[in-house]
């Protein structure tokens, strides 16, 4: 079992920054895949980024690549979303995820998903 607590979102200008946090709870942390899945208002939930066990491959949504960065330290049992250059179709609840498959771009190969945390990006 992981549960886990995004933290970072916010309100902020087009073009700005934010940084999501996840934190996740449980010792087998590092054998998950984690991924970032995002939700805009009215809209089905869309892939945005994903990482392997132990960081060294990454996958993005084209819609987010050159901008956002996943990362994670497992030391810390917590992964990160860098989000630069946000623009308002960023707007959206962002979730974290964790896969026993290790690294996936399906969501519904995601086992444990966050409660979420909004962002909005002003125009």
């Known amino acids: 079992q992981v549960q886990l607590v995004e933290s970072g979102g916010g309100l902020v200008q087009a073009g700005g920054s934010l940084r999501l946090s996840c934190a996740a709870s449980?010792?087998?942390?590092?054998?998950?895949?984690m991924g970032w899945i995002r939700q805009a208002p009215g809209k089905e939930r869309e892939f945005a980024a994903a990482?392997?066990?132990?960081?060294?491959?990454?996958y993005y949504a084209d819609s987010v690549k050159g901008r956002f960065t996943i990362s994670r330290d497992n030391a810390k049992n917590t992964v990160y979303l860098q989000m630069n250059s946000l623009k308002p179709e960023d707007t959206a609840v962002y979730y974290c995820?964790?896969?026993?498959?290790?690294?996936?771009?399906?969501?519904?190969?995601?086992?444990?998903w966050g409660q979420g945390t909004q962002v909005t990006v002003s125009s």
């Open positions: 995820a964790a896969s026993k498959k290790g690294f996936t771009v399906m969501l519904n190969e995601y086992d444990y």
């Open positions: 990482i392997s066990w132990g960081g060294g491959s990454t």
């Open positions: 449980g010792r087998a942390f590092s054998k998950y895949g």
